[in-house]
C-alpha cells in the first residue's frame, strides 16, 4: 500500500523591494495619519499607495486634490512628494478641471468625500463628469459628516439610523448612477475592507482615459459604525455582492488568455507574479448603461451593496482632446506664445471699435 502526499501549496507571489522605477513602496507614502484609529479611509489610503507603486508612477507627475472633511485629509497621508492642493469645501472638481487644462500630463487623482461632492460640491461633480476630466475621482463614502459630528450627508439610506437613533426620512444620491447619467464612462464601487478588489478598481482607473469615478463605501467607526448604518462594516460585510472578479494587467506586452467558463488559469504577470483568473458563469456586461443603472436602482431597493466595475464606456475623448488643446502643457507654454504683444491687443482694440 502506497503512501500519499499532501498536495502541495505554492507559495504567495513575492512582492518586489522595488517598482520598475526603482523606487521603494515607501517612497509613495506621506505623513502619519490624524485619522481615528480603524478608519476605513485609512484602507482606501494604503491601497493608493499600492495601487501607485504597482503602476510605476513617478512621483512628481502626480496632481493629488481634495475639498474639505475627513476624506480630503487622505491626499497628505499618501505620496508627500507630490503637487497637492487642497480647495475649498465642494470645489475640488472646478480646481481639478483647471489642473487638467493647466497640465494635462499630470495624472491627477482626487479624494472626496459624501459630502464635500454629493452636497455643497453637487454641481461641481456633475459638470466636470460631463466634461470628461483626465482625473481618478475617489469618493470616501460613510454617509455622514464626520468632522461635524454624524449628521446624516446626501448619500445616507433612508431608513439607516444614526448613532443616537434618530431615522434618515430623506431619498439617497447615488453618486454611480449620477455619474453614469452624466455620461462618465468609468464607473465602480467598492468597500474599504475589500482590498484585492479596491486595488485592482484603483490600478484600473488611473489608468482609465478621461473620468474614472470609485464610490467606496468606508465606515466612520466613531459615528456610523453600529446597527442600524447601511453604511456600517457590518452591513458593507454582510450585504456586499460582487458583480464580478476582476483583474488588472498593466501595459507591457500584450498578454492573453482562451479558457471555459466555470474554470480557471494561471497568468504570468511581466514582473514575476501571477494572477489565478476565473471565468464566472454569471453574465454581466458593464458596457450595458441602462442594465447598470437598472441594477444600481434595484440593488437600492434591495439594500443590496454591488460593487466592481458598474459601467464602462468608450468613444468620449477626453476634455483637453475635446477642446483641441495643443500637445505642449499650457503650464508649460513661455509668455511669448500666450501674451498678446502690444501690436496684436492694438489690432484687436481696433476692430472692436
Known amino acids: 500500500m502506497s503512501a500519499t502526499t499532501a498536495p502541495e501549496t505554492p507559495a504567495p507571489a513575492k512582492v518586489p523591494a522595488v517598482n520598475r ?51 480630503s485629509k487622505t491626499t497628505a497621508y499618501f505620496l508627500g512628494q507630490s503637487h497637492g492642493f487642497n480647495s475649498v469645501h465642494g470645489r475640488m472638481a472646478a480646481v481639478a478641471t483647471g489642473v487638467n487644462l493647466a497640465n494635462s500630463n499630470l495624472m491627477a487623482i482626487g479624494v472626496s468625500g459624501d459630502g464635500d461632492t454629493a452636497s455643497i460640491g453637487l454641481g461641481q461633480f456633475l459638470h466636470m463628469v460631463r466634461r470628461n476630466v483626465q482625473i481618478c475621482y475617489i469618493i470616501e463614502n460613510n454617509g455622514v459628516y464626520g468632522l461635524t459630528k454624524g449628521q446624516f450627508s446626501a448619500t445616507a439610506d433612508k431608513g439607516s439610523l444614526q448613532k443616537k437613533g434618530d431615522s434618515n426620512e430623506m431619498f439617497p444620491i447615488d453618486c454611480c448612477a449620477l455619474a453614469i447619467e452624466m455620461g462618465c464612462e468609468f464607473v465602480a464601487r467598492s468597500f474599504s475592507g475589500d482590498y484585492k478588489q ?156
Open 21 to 71: 522605477l526603482g523606487l521603494a513602496q515607501a517612497v509613495y507614502k506621506g505623513s502619519p495619519s490624524t485619522l481615528c484609529t480603524g478608519c476605513g479611509h485609512d484602507s482606501i489610503t494604503n491601497q493608493i499607495i499600492k495601487a501607485m507603486f504597482e503602476l510605476d508612477v513617478e512621483p512628481h507627475h502626480v496632481a493629488k486634490l481634495s475639498g474639505i472633511g475627513c476624506s
Open 198 to 353: 479596491l486595488c485592482t478598481l484603483l490600478k484600473a482607473g488611473l489608468s482609465h482615459r478621461g473620468t474614472a469615478m470609485i464610490d467606496v463605501v468606508s465606515p466612520c467607526i466613531t459615528f456610523n459604525n453600529h446597527e442600524g448604518s447601511t453604511k456600517s462594516y457590518k452591513f458593507a460585510k454582510d450585504h456586499e455582492e460582487a458583480l464580478h472578479e476582476i483583474g488588472f494587467v498593466s501595459s507591457h506586452e500584450p498578454i492573453t488568455a482562451e479558457y471555459e467558463e466555470g474554470t480557471t488559469t494561471k497568468i504570468e504577470l511581466p514582473d514575476g507574479a501571477h494572477i489565478i483568473l476565473k471565468k464566472l458563469h454569471r453574465d454581466y456586461d458593464p458596457s450595458d448603461k441602462a442594465n447598470a443603472l437598472e441594477l444600481l436602482a434595484k440593488a437600492r431597493d434591495e439594500r443590496l451593496f454591488l460593487t466592481g466595475l458598474l459601467y464602462m464606456g468608450k468613444g468620449q475623448a477626453p476634455m483637453v482632446e475635446q477642446k483641441n488643446l495643443v500637445d505642449e502643457p499650457l503650464a508649460t507654454l513661455p509668455q511669448s506664445r500666450v501674451r498678446p504683444s502690444p501690436e496684436v491687443l492694438a489690432q484687436v482694440m481696433e476692430s472692436l471699435k
